[in-house]
């Protein structure tokens, strides 16, 4: 019981503090977005094709909130409603070019800003640090906590995007 205990204080730390860290890197204030509409683009982004009810359960809204939102968002061009081909009750929520520049952008700036933060480590403490975030993506994925491998998430991406996540690789 007690490992239990440990391992959820363990992950509402590392919830607040990754949740602290990514949103103190990430636009906010310029794109003119709330922090809801954000999340709906990154979701967008990185779940391609969502339905609006997928995306109404996981972000734990109603859909009437989600539609007003789907709305704004795609009067400014980051992301697209269509009625889904075999189902026309279901309604896919699509990528957009637009969209996708402005979640590159934002992926671009945590990664940078989080690099700096990161910067005052030793190489070996870095390893450390990406060794034990691989091995905890690979656990709660697992556990069914984690809905997308890092190498699911590349997938998703635009050509150009995953050119440059491959090659930072080689």
């Known amino acids: 019981m007690e490992s239990k205990t440990s391992s959820t204080q363990l992950f509402g730390q590392m919830f607040v503090t990754l ?10 204030e310029d794109s003119e977005l709330t922090p809801l509409q954000m999340m709906i683009v990154m979701g967008v982004y990185t779940h391609p094709n969502v339905t609006m009810s997928e995306l109404a359960q996981v972000l734990n809204i109603s859909s009437a909130q989600l539609s007003r939102t789907i709305r704004h968002l795609e009067d400014k061009g980051l992301v697209r409603r269509e009625h889904n081909k075999d189902n026309r009750r279901v309604v896919n929520v699509h990528r957009t070019k637009d969209g996708d520049k402005f979640a590159e952008a934002q992926i671009a700036s945590v990664k940078e800003k989080m690099s700096a933060r990161l910067s005052n480590l030793t190489p070996q403490a870095i390893t450390e640090v990406e060794r034990h975030l ?3 993506v690979d656990i709660l994925a697992q ?3 984690v809905q997308m491998s890092p190498e699911e998430f590349i997938a998703t991406l635009p050509t150009t995007s995953k050119h440059q996540a491959t090659s930072k690789e080689e």
């Open 143 to 145: 556990a069914g906590v």
């Open 134 to 136: 691989a091995a905890i």
């Open 19 to 28: 949740t602290q860290s990514i949103l103190g890197s990430l636009d906010i």
